[in-house]
């Protein structure tokens, strides 16, 4: 049996970026580091960092840190959160992903342009999703989140709309939201749009589907919190139906590897090059 890992999945710069200044952190200060929710969406990869030092929290938690170093991960935090830290003498490590913070600030100049026309901005994005109430918390006015067409009934099609993007999110869906939103709203003028998606992440879709394509079967490893892990699997299921997704090396089953003489091995931009090399050397061992 042929097995191949895909050398454009795994980490992306935001990503890399924050586990470097975790491990930095942890190394040069000598004792715990306090993470604001979970690093990375891959728990092996909080486990492996964990280990290390690093622990989880949460906003309810922040009271207890006083003096404390808090680590602020790649989906950045709205501005309340850096408030509160300064008035409870908590030391920010910020580790916000340069992407996200530029689409932090587009968010609050949408707002304003918005106001001044009576408009409404709308974001992609999967309700909760640490990124997501970050930008939506980055003015006090609200933003209309949206994840599927069905959601285009929370928007006034008689106002204007700025339309932006989580930039983990489909460039695909969020371009045919776009064009739904143009039709409905009759005047072009009407619309503005912004596709916020990050390019490092989204031109991972089109080399997935070629990737996808080379094999009998594809093994998808991500998180199962991952919101680009599920982005990303749907498009290899759609490329080859024979794609399965785990968390990890134990979650393989053997009916998926019957008949089968090539493997391709891929995940998402929160998953660890260590833990595909595991799976990919666990398969080695049960079905070479």
């Known amino acids: ?3 191949e890992i895909d050398e454009s999945s795994g980490f992306c710069f935001g990503v890399v970026r924050a586990i470097s200044k975790a491990e930095s952190a942890l190394s ?3 004792g715990e580091v306090y993470s604001l929710g979970d690093i990375v969406h891959n728990r092996m990869e909080v486990q492996r960092l964990e280990d290390m030092g690093l622990r989880t929290v949460t906003h309810d938690d922040m009271d207890a840190l006083s003096g404390r170093d808090l680590f602020i991960r790649a989906h ?3 501005p309340s959160t850096y408030s509160r830290a300064e008035a409870l003498g908590i030391r920010i490590i910020d580790a916000t992903c340069p992407v996200v913070a530029q689409l932090q600030r587009k968010v609050v100049v949408a707002h304003e342009q918005m106001r001044e026309v009576n408009g409404q901005v709308v974001i992609l994005g999967k309700r909760g999703h640490a990124e997501v109430v970050g930008l ?3 003015v006090e006015a609200p933003s209309i989140v949206i994840e599927r067409e069905e959601d285009l009934s929370l928007i006034d099609f008689s106002r204007p709309i700025f339309f932006l993007s989580q930039t983990t999110q489909s460039i695909g869906l969020f371009w ?4 739904i939103m143009k039709a409905r709203l009759g005047e072009e003028s009407m619309l503005t749009v912004d596709d916020t998606i990050c390019r490092r992440v989204s031109n991972r879709e089109k080399g997935l589907t070629e990737f996808a394509q080379r094999f009998d079967v594809v093994i998808f490893v991500c998180g199962k919190k991952s919101s680009n892990g599920k982005v990303l699997f749907s498009v290899c299921q759609q490329a080859n139906p024979r794609s399965y997704n785990v968390e990890e090396e134990a979650e393989l089953q053997d009916e998926w590897f019957e008949g089968c003489k090539s493997v391709g091995i891929c995940g998402a931009t929160s998953t660890p090059a ?3 090399e595991r799976v990919a050397e666990a398969i080695r061992q049960r079905y070479v």
């Open 1 to 3: 049996m042929y097995i």
């Open 28 to 30: 040069s200060l000598g």
């Open 274 to 276: 260590w833990l595909m």
């Open 176 to 179: 045919r939201l776009a064009d």
């Open 136 to 138: 939506t918390g980055q």
């Open 76 to 78: 950045g935090e709205p």
